[in-house]
């Protein structure tokens, strides 16, 4: 029996592909139209805390933030993160086909059957960490071994998306189900009891996809975004940057108005159904007052595009990590957010969110446990 709070989790997510054009419009708007600012009284309360703990102020740094963070997010200066979630998204991405990878599709299948078997580095950190671990395949191309799918929520959504230098890489309902899929998520752990959620992703192509996005919200240039992604050459990554500038211009003229670009359409034109699913996983957790912990650069990607759409969602998320991707250090500065952790991690599938859990659990036993100043009869320290 499984024990897990989200233990028959594809049977608590909703499955949008039969929903109309209109039913997808309609949901979509509800759950964006959810969001509001974070309690920062809330907030203010746990830095108030922070400020009464003997140590010396702020000597925690951005860890102590964090947890203020949650606080303000939840609302309750209690904070508690006994239970985590991570949702794996996974799906392939039809601009492979311009070459812009060194492996084919059928590794996004190999490694989504690693993660079903729960034998995937995001499984072995998961289990260090006590967070539950989630697949979804959202849009995978190869086949995959029956018995092992069981373990793997079925959203596929169709095998793959479009080569973004031909088409829109999704058609706007195909964009409105992945997003609604990440919503769920957020809601379904919500409501299981769940303290904080994490999202990662499993898509060959999707630095490529993931760069194409943040080009085209930072209005960037697509060599300065765009890395070599898994191990690629110095003249695949040119190659990449061209794609990724090619597929941007092509499609400006349908995300972009008078200077104001549509973040969903974004999504829409040059993402694909793992990116956007992740926007949904952060759109959620802003909607149902959760805490989202951010992987790296494909994950800050699509937060970028949630805060885009919703700028209140900014408040409910959490960085992790500081990718080796170069676009990364441009998102966090655009979102105004500070990663915690430095080490040149490129990994994918949600583990650098899973490697700030220790960090943040370790900060908030200070928070919680810890004497303040009048408790041991001494003078607090004063802010200079």
């Not at 979630?85 to 991405?93: E, G, M, S």
């Not at 973004?164 to 899929?181: N, S």
């Not at 994490?198 to 080009?215: D, F, Q, R, Y």
């Not at 969602?313 to 990718?323: A, D, G, Q």
Request: charged share 25%; net charge negative; with cysteine.
């Amino acid at each position: 029996m499984d024990t897990r709070l989200l233990g028959n989790f594809s049977e608590r997510i909703a499955d949008w592909r039969s929903c109309s054009s209109d039913e997808l419009k309609k949901i979509y708007k509800e759950r964006v139209g959810r969001i509001t600012p974070a309690d920062h009284n809330a907030g203010d309360a746990a830095r108030r805390r922070w400020q009464s703990i003997a140590k010396p102020l702020g000597s925690l740094g951005l860890l102590e933030e964090d947890i203020a963070r949650i606080a303000q997010i939840t609302g309750n200066p209690d904070v508690r993160m006994d239970r985590s979630a991570l949702f794996i998204f996974c799906a392939d991405n039809g601009v492979v086909k311009e070459a812009v990878t060194q492996t084919g599709q059928d590794v996004t299948a190999s490694v989504t059957e690693v993660i079903g078997r729960d034998e995937s580095c995001s499984a072995h950190m998961g289990r260090e960490t006590g967070t539950e671990v989630y697949a979804l395949d959202l849009g995978v191309v190869s086949a995959m071994n029956p018995e092992i799918y069981r373990t793997v929520t079925d959203r596929r959504i169709r095998r793959g998306t479009s080569d973004f230098l031909e088409e829109p890489a999704m058609t706007e309902d195909e964009v409105r189900m992945a997003v609604l899929t990440g919503t769920d998520c957020a809601r379904a752990a919500k409501e299981a009891g769940m303290d904080l959620i994490l999202g990662g992703e499993m898509g060959i192509g999707n630095t490529t996809t993931g760069s194409a996005v943040a080009c085209a919200l930072l209005d960037a240039d697509p060599g300065e975004i765009t890395g070599k992604g898994a191990g690629f050459t110095d003249e695949g990554l040119r190659h990449k940057i061209d794609v990724v500038g090619r597929g941007v211009a092509l499609h400006r003229q349908i995300y972009e108005t008078n200077g104001e670009k549509d973040a969903l359409k974004v999504l829409r034109c040059v993402g694909g159904f793992d990116i956007a699913a992740l926007c949904g996983l952060y759109l959620g957790a802003a909607a149902y007052r959760i805490p989202a912990v951010i992987d790296g650069f494909i994950a800050s990607a699509a937060a970028l595009a949630a805060v885009s759409i919703a700028p209140d969602t900014r408040e409910f998320l959490l960085p992790s990590h500081m990718s080796g991707e170069g676009g990364m250090k441009r998102i966090m500065e655009k979102l105004e957010l500070v990663p915690p952790i430095t080490a040149g991690l490129h990994l994918g599938e949600g583990t650098g969110a899973l490697m700030l859990l220790p960090l943040l659990r370790m900060t908030l036993a200070v928070y919680r446990n810890m004497m303040t100043f009048d408790g041991m009869g001494i003078d607090a320290y004063r802010p200079l």
